[in-house]
């Protein structure tokens, strides 16, 4: 099982261009997450889908949209780059939303110019 | 929202026992409350979740006193390795809307 993966792992964007991030997880989990994490805080999350077919904002959702492709894949997408969004991004995944235990992926470091 | 309030940073010497406190003042009725274990370049790992009173786990025992409004994350003799960020987490799913609220977190530093 490789739990949570996450591509790309780096990236580089200029102000302006448009980028998906895109996460997948092998753990049959309903429900999955993004969060952003800046330097030196903790973990803000962006958007949420508790199950397949639906999506929900969560703290910080402006200037993001996402895709619940399917059970498996939970996509994150920028349309126009700020370098506000200059963070690591984390995907992650429970098996239900409420007492649920969260597995994170690696992380996509994204940088924007 | 239920905001959660940490020490930023404490320093402990191997084989010591830590205790890291998580203050959540305004914790609602259906949250659980959640530790994570953060490497640096790593996704948090879970630790263990409460709702109250105590829970053990093979790492660590979380302590919820009656009134919820804090919580205690206990890690027994520690190592070097267990240097890394421990993050409280509250929160509940309640209806359509997710809330969830990440503390700042604590830099735990282990000492040889």
């Known amino acids: 099982n490789a739990g949570v993966t996450q591509t790309p792992k780096f990236q580089v964007l200029k102000t302006g261009q448009s980028m998906t991030l895109q996460c997948a997880q092998d753990?049959?989990?309903?429900?999955m997450y993004w969060y952003r994490q800046d330097p030196g805080m903790g973990l803000r999350l962006i958007y949420y889908?508790?199950?397949?077919?639906?999506?929900d904002k969560g703290e910080v959702p402006n200037g993001y949209n996402v895709s619940r492709l399917n059970k498996r894949e939970f996509s994150l997408r920028l349309e126009s780059a700020a370098p506000s969004q200059t963070s690591v991004y984390f995907c992650?995944?429970?098996?239900?939303?409420?007492?649920?235990?969260?597995?994170f992926g690696p992380g996509t470091r994204l940088t924007v110019l | 929202l239920a905001k959660t309030t940490q020490p930023i940073s404490m320093d402990s010497y191997e084989g010591q026992e830590v205790n890291i406190t998580c203050s959540h003042n305004?914790?609602?009725?259906?949250?659980?409350i959640t530790w994570y274990q953060q490497f640096p370049s790593q996704g948090p790992r879970f630790i263990i979740q409460?709702?109250?009173t105590k829970v053990t786990n093979e790492v660590a025992s979380l302590f919820i006193p009656a009134d919820r409004k804090s919580s205690t994350l206990s890690l027994p003799r520690v190592s070097l390795s267990d240097t890394a960020v421990y993050y409280c987490?509250?929160?509940?799913?309640?209806?359509?809307?997710?809330?969830?609220?990440f503390g700042s977190g604590t830099q735990l530093t282990v000492l040889p």
């Open positions: 992650a995944s429970s098996e239900t939303p409420l007492t649920d235990t969260q597995y």
């Open positions: 753990m049959n989990h309903n429900s």
């Open positions: 889908s508790a199950s397949e077919g639906t999506t």
């Open positions: 305004n914790i609602a009725t259906n949250d659980y």
């Open positions: 409460g709702y109250k």
């Open positions: 987490l509250v929160g509940a799913f309640s209806g359509s809307a997710r809330q969830l609220t």
